[in-house]
Nanobody, 125 residues
Framework: QLQAFGGGLVQTGGSLRLSCAASGPTFNRNTMAWFRQAPGKEREFVAAFRKGGGNTAYGDSVRGRFTISRDNTKDTVYLQMNSLVPDDTAVYYC????????????????????WGQGTLVTVSS
């Protein structure tokens, strides 16, 4: 199971930190990632952290503002979101892979086998 926390209402320019804890059967969980989906829009890749080598990847719209990090001892991934804007308003989902994910596939939702329930982030103007 994946449990995402930390969503809420914030003003433009503000910050939020999302957390996602993995529990249950032990899988590889090599890569953990965040995606988001705004109303009426398709799901969008936000960030990913691959355990092997500590590789990270970011979506174009969040690069430089968001930072993904991971605590392997807790099977938890974090998303620090700074300089938030109304376009960041969405339900944020964490996901984890069941195996190795190649770098070119980090942004693909079908690379991830397990998904959390989502946490809503609302950025007011």
């Amino acid at each position: 199971q994946l449990q995402a926390f930390g969503g809420g209402l914030v003003q433009t320019g503000g910050s939020l930190r999302l957390s996602c804890a993995a529990s249950g059967p032990t899988f590889n969980r090599n890569t953990m990632a965040w995606f988001r989906q705004a109303p009426g829009k398709e799901r969008e890749f936000v960030a990913a952290f691959r355990k092997g080598g500590g590789n990270t990847a970011y979506g174009d719209s969040v690069r430089g503002r968001f930072t993904i990090s991971r605590d392997n001892t807790k099977d938890t991934v974090y998303l620090q979101m700074n300089s938030l804007v109304p376009d960041d308003t969405a339900v944020y989902y964490c996901a984890t892979s069941s195996g190795w994910v190649i770098l070119s596939a980090l942004r693909e939702s079908n690379s991830y086998a397990f998904w959390g329930q989502g946490t809503l982030v609302t950025v007011s103007s």
